[in-house]
T-cell receptor
Framework: DAMVIQNPRYQVTQFGKPVTLSCSQT?????MYWYQQKSSQAPKLLFH???????NEADTPDNFQSRRPNTSFCFLDIRSPGLGDAAMYLC??????????????FGPGTRLLVL | AQSVTQPDIHITVSEGASLELRCNYS??????LFWYVQSPGQGLQLLLK??????LVQGIKGFEAEFKRSQSSFNLRKPSVHWSDAAEYFC???????????FGRGTSLIVHP
């Protein structure tokens, strides 16, 4: 009964070769987030969707893009991965529980390795 | 702007000992507070959350946290630590009008047998 699913769990790509990470959810949540997490650091928000409205963090590199074709799915595209993009990528969702009491639920993450 | 401070980068405890992980936040109004745990190579799992009401919050895996407004703190506690509790712990704060939490840098818990 997984709620936030990320595929693949491990992804190896070559320097400069485009890669797509996927996230799906069974919670029917409005909001979906993509975080980048490097070793021993807190997750860093890249962008999020409120329904279909896309919100980009100011310091997210242009190399990162995202798509949300429907409520359940969200994709992270890295157009030209560099060595510095090697990290864990976390997808999260939150729903409108009312009264602002939403909670984020995280997927298991995709570990990206850039060779 | 809201912020979260986890002053301890690493905490080492013996199995069976009690645990307290510190979290201090900065936010003008009543915050929404969360503790997450992350095992190596995994995503973040919610341990507990505080929105309002009773300031002592019970969570999963035997954890609890206490909201102290006067100290701007939300410390995580467990009376007896198990080896499987070794992980990274993140405190997060969010305002009621936002759905973007701010995370602390995390505290790494090491459990000695």
């Amino acid at each position: 009964d997984a709620m936030v699913i990320q595929n693949p769990r491990y992804q190896v790509t070559q320097f400069g070769k485009p890669v797509t990470l996927s996230c799906s959810q069974t919670l029917n949540h409005n909001v979906m987030y993509w975080y980048q997490q490097k070793s021993s650091q807190a997750p860093k928000l890249l962008f999020h969707y409120y329904d279909k409205d896309f919100n980009n963090e100011a310091d997210t590199p242009d190399n990162f893009q995202s798509r949300r074709p429907n409520t359940s799915f969200c994709f992270l595209d890295i157009r030209s991965p560099g060595l510095g993009d090697a990290a864990m990528y976390l997808c999260a969702t939150s729903g409108l529980a009312g009264g602002g009491q939403e909670t984020q639920y995280f997927g298991p993450g995709t570990r990206l390795l850039v060779l | 702007a809201q912020s979260v401070t986890q002053p301890d980068i690493h905490i080492t405890v013996s199995e069976g000992a009690s645990l307290e992980l510190r979290c201090n936040y900065s936010y003008g109004a009543t915050p929404y507070l969360f503790w997450y745990v992350q095992s190596p190579g995994q995503g973040l799992q919610l341990l507990l959350k505080y929105f309002s009401g009773d300031t002592l919050v019970q969570g999963i895996k035997g954890f609890e946290a206490e909201f102290k407004r006067s100290q701007s703190s939300f410390n995580l506690r467990k009376p007896s630590v198990h080896w499987s509790d070794a992980a990274e712990y993140f405190c997060a704060v969010r305002s009621g009008g936002s759905y973007i939490p701010t995370f602390g840098r995390g505290t790494s818990l090491i459990v000695h047998p």
